[in-house]
């Protein structure tokens, strides 16, 4: 097990007590969108803390310690071989900076789902069909090792390329070149 920034002891995210922890998530970012909007200039794409209350600034900091923490347990989990049924409902969550390389989402409900900055690197998107309104925002999902014809052109549409944009956990640019060599790998893989 683990421990959280306060040194206490995290039970490990298991296939058993997933949906406890995704419900945890949901909750979570339920209360850190008002604080979000308020925090967030989408035109510049910067976040401005300094018209947040001390309870919203506590909300602020507070998530952004958690969602990495959040994003990790579940990329582990799903790492894992899955049990006979497991099911994996990430519908309306929330991760960030996960590093989900060569994760399997076959089967994984992410409809509303908002992963950002998340690492895809060799991730098997291929089985992935449940993915309305899902968000992958600075996600470098061209970097997959497979995806299904629809989930391409979903992500192409709703979480477009932007060249010289900082991608994943680690904030790498990406350029044009490594995006258009990527997407035609994956676009002949398509059946």
């Known amino acids: 097990s683990s421990t959280n920034r306060f040194g206490t002891a995290l039970a490990p995210v298991t296939w058993a007590n997933l949906d406890r922890i995704l419900r945890f998530d949901r909750a979570l970012t339920a209360r850190a969108y008002p604080v979000w909007n ?48 497991a099911h994996a409902d990430l519908s309306a969550t929330f991760f960030k900076y996960g590093g989900w390389q060569g994760i399997n989402l076959g089967g994984v409900n992410l409809e509303n789902a908002r992963l950002h900055w998340t690492d895809l690197q060799g991730a098997e998107l291929e089985g992935l069909t449940q993915f309305a309104g899902a968000e992958l925002y600075q996600t470098a999902w061209w970097e997959a090792k497979s995806i299904n014809r629809p989930l391409l052109e979903y992500l192409k549409a709703q979480s477009a390329f932007k060249p ?28």
């Open 164 to 191: 010289g944009s900082h991608y994943g956990p680690r904030n790498v640019i990406v350029q044009q070149p490594e995006y258009d060599k990527a997407l035609q790998r994956l676009m002949s893989q398509l059946k």
């Open 38 to 85: 308020k925090a967030f200039n989408p035109e510049k794409e910067t976040w401005d803390t300094t018209g947040l209350s001390k309870t919203e600034l506590e909300t602020y900091n507070y998530v952004e310690g958690a969602f990495p923490v959040l994003a990790s347990q579940v990329g582990s989990v799903l790492k894992t071989p899955r049990r006979d049924g």
